[in-house]
Each structure stands twice: as structure tokens, then as C-alpha cells.
């Protein structure tokens, strides 16, 4: 099994930046594709980003393209979304999703394909 625990969660003005981290523990995460998903109250969870068990792919959703970087730290079995230039609409509770990725090519975009979710992390972005 994987834990995930999301973290850096916060309100910020438009403009600003937050960094949230997702800390795996149980086993080590060196072999999963990671993802970030997001929530608004009355909306069904998104894509936002998604990176390789080994880092080298990433994908986002075109909404945070440009603004938001993923990346991993494996050594420290955790995985991060850099949010920059946040504006209202990125207001959500944040998740990351675990899923195991040695053995398929690209990412999984979609919330059913993920295998392990962590409790999330609110994001507030204020006009």
C-alpha cells in the first residue's frame, strides 16, 4: 500500500505563488507515475499534472500549462506542483494520485486510472 499526504495548501492573493508537496510512505514511489487533481465545490475533480515514475514525461491540463511545474524528488519519495501566477479559478482542494508506471508508456490523465489518492490540500486564490 501508499500513503499520500499533501501538504503547502493555503490562501494566496491572485498573482501568487504556493508550492504543495505530496509525501509518499509504505513503499517507495520510484516506480508509480505521480499526479496532481484538483476539486471545486459543485465541479468533478480535473487533471492538472501528471510526471513519469522516472521524470522524464510530464504532462499538464492547458489551464495551468505554463504556470505550474511538476517535479519529484525520489530520494525523498515525494512529488511536488509549483503553482505560480494563481488566479481565482485555480481555487480547489488539491490531491495526488499514485499509480504504478514502469511498465506503460506516457500518463494517465484521468482520476479512474489512479490507483492511490492522498487526503488533499486546500488551494484558495483570492481576486
Known amino acids: 500500500q501508499v500513503q499520500l499526504v499533501e501538504s503547502g495548501g493555503g490562501s494566496v492573493q491572485a498573482g501568487g505563488s504556493l508550492r504543495l508537496s505530496c509525501a509518499a510512505s509504505g513503499r517507495t514511489v520510484s516506480g508509480y507515475d505521480m499526479g496532481w487533481f484538483r476539486q471545486a465545490p459543485g465541479k468533478d475533480r480535473e487533471f492538472v499534472a501528471a510526471?513519469?515514475?522516472?521524470?522524464?514525461?510530464?504532462q499538464y491540463a492547458d489551464s495551468v500549462k505554463g504556470r505550474f511545474t511538476i517535479s519529484r524528488d525520489s530520494a525523498k519519495n515525494t512529488v511536488y506542483l509549483q503553482m505560480n501566477s494563481l488566479k481565482p479559478e485555480d481555487t480547489a482542494v488539491h490531491y495526488c494520485?499514485?499509480?504504478?508506471?514502469?511498465?506503460?508508456?506516457?500518463?494517465?490523465?484521468?482520476?479512474?486510472?489512479?490507483?492511490?489518492w492522498g487526503q488533499g490540500t486546500q488551494v484558495t486564490v483570492s481576486s
Open positions: 494520485a499514485a499509480r504504478p508506471g514502469v511498465f506503460r508508456t506516457g500518463v494517465a490523465v484521468t482520476a479512474p486510472e489512479y490507483d492511490f
Open positions: 510526471i513519469k515514475w522516472n521524470g522524464a514525461y510530464t
